[in-house]
Structure formats: C-alpha cells, structure tokens
Nanobody
Framework: QVQLVESGGGLVQAGGSLRLSCAAS????????MAWFRQAPEKEREFVAA????????SYSDSMKGRFTISRDRGKNTVSLEMNSLKPEDTAVYYC???????????????WGQGTQVTVSS
C-alpha cells in the first residue's frame, strides 16, 4: 500500500518561507512523478508544482512560479516544496501526490497524502 506523508507545514508571517516534505513508502518518491496541490477553505483544489520521475521536467502554477521550488532527494526518498515570499493567499492545506506517469497540472494522480496545513499571517 502506497503511503504519502506530508510534513513541514505551520504558521509563518507574510514574506517568510517554509519547506514542505513528502515522504513516500517504498520507492515511490524515487521512481514516480510527484506533485503538490493545495486547497484553501471553500475553494477547489489547485495545482502547485510537479516533477517527473527523472527530475528533468518540472512545472509550476503561474502564481507560484519563481517563489516555489519542487525538488527530490533520492537519498531520503522524499520530495520537497520550498516556498518563499509567502503571501496570506498561500494559506491552504498542501497535498502531496504521486503517479507512475507524469501528469503535470492534471489532478489525475494515483496516490495522495493527508495534507499539511500552511497558514500565512499578514
């Protein structure tokens, strides 16, 4: 059974930074395409960033490009999301997702974590 566990969320002031991590069971974080999505209260889930299994292709939502960076640590079997210049509108539950195939911004990922809360105060 595939398990994805997010960590690193919390409360941060606007302009600050956070680093989220997604730990995956087995070799998922090494061999699968991975992505981050987020969902704010009363809003639909939206795409944040994605990375293909070989780390050669990444994609970002336009609103996060230049502020957020997705990366993979093969030694630790984790995928991270570095978030800088955070804004109150970045407040959301952030979810990690995985798929054997690169899905880009599509939400058709096969596996999802439980999410980690990020709150940005003004």
């Amino acid at each position: 059974q595939v398990q994805l566990v997010e960590s690193g969320g919390g409360l941060v002031q606007a302009g600050g930074s956070l680093r989220l991590s997604c730990a995956a069971s087995g070799r998922i974080a090494i061999t699968y395409a991975m992505a981050w999505f987020r969902q704010a209260p009363e809003k639909e889930r939206e795409f944040v960033a994605a990375i293909d299994w070989s780390d050669t292709v990444t994609s970002y939502s336009d609103s996060m490009k230049g502020r957020f960076t997705i990366s993979r640590d093969r030694g630790k079997n984790t995928v991270s999301l570095e978030m800088n210049s955070l804004k109150p509108e970045d407040t959301a539950v952030y979810y990690c997702a995985a798929s054997p195939h690169y899905r880009g911004s599509s939400s058709n990922y096969d596996y999802w974590g439980q999410g980690t809360q990020v709150t940005v105060s003004s």
